[in-house]
């Protein structure tokens, strides 16, 4: 499988956007998906995360009650709706995919090309 990326670009404080990362080669059939960030100087890190049924989602606590993952194994797509976004949230953000749920968090095995998310204050 093939990851593409998009949705990304700058917003004020406050407002949203919505990340979609498609798989364009191959499905996502029994795949967990996640989403990565990486800001300047920082290290990566997992920002949320969803089992190919739904069943389990993981937030990260800085994005909590803001973030929304979600997905369509129809279209095989998986979402990320970013509310109420800070200039903390600035990063190049990145989705990935494996079949264990365990690699998605530390490892996985497949990733999509990143989207750059600019915060302004």
């Known amino acids: 499988v093939q990851l593409q990326a998009s949705g990304g670009g700058l917003v004020q404080a406050g407002g949203s956007l919505r990340l979609s990362c498609a798989a364009s080669?191959?499905?996502?059939?029994?795949?967990?998906m996640g989403w990565f960030r990486q800001a300047p100087g920082k290290e990566r890190e997992f920002v949320s995360g969803?089992?190919?049924?739904?069943?389990?989602?993981y937030y990260a606590e800085s994005v909590k009650d803001r973030f929304t993952i979600s997905r369509d194994n129809a279209e095989n797509t998986v979402y990320l709706q970013m509310d109420s976004l800070k200039p903390g949230d600035t990063a190049v953000y990145s989705c990935a995919a494996d079949q264990s749920y365990v690699a998605l968090r530390t490892n996985p095995r497949v990733w999509g090309q990143g989207t750059l998310v600019t915060v302004s204050s």
């Open positions: 080669v191959g499905t996502f059939s029994g795949y967990c």
């Open positions: 969803i089992t190919w049924s739904s069943e389990h989602i």
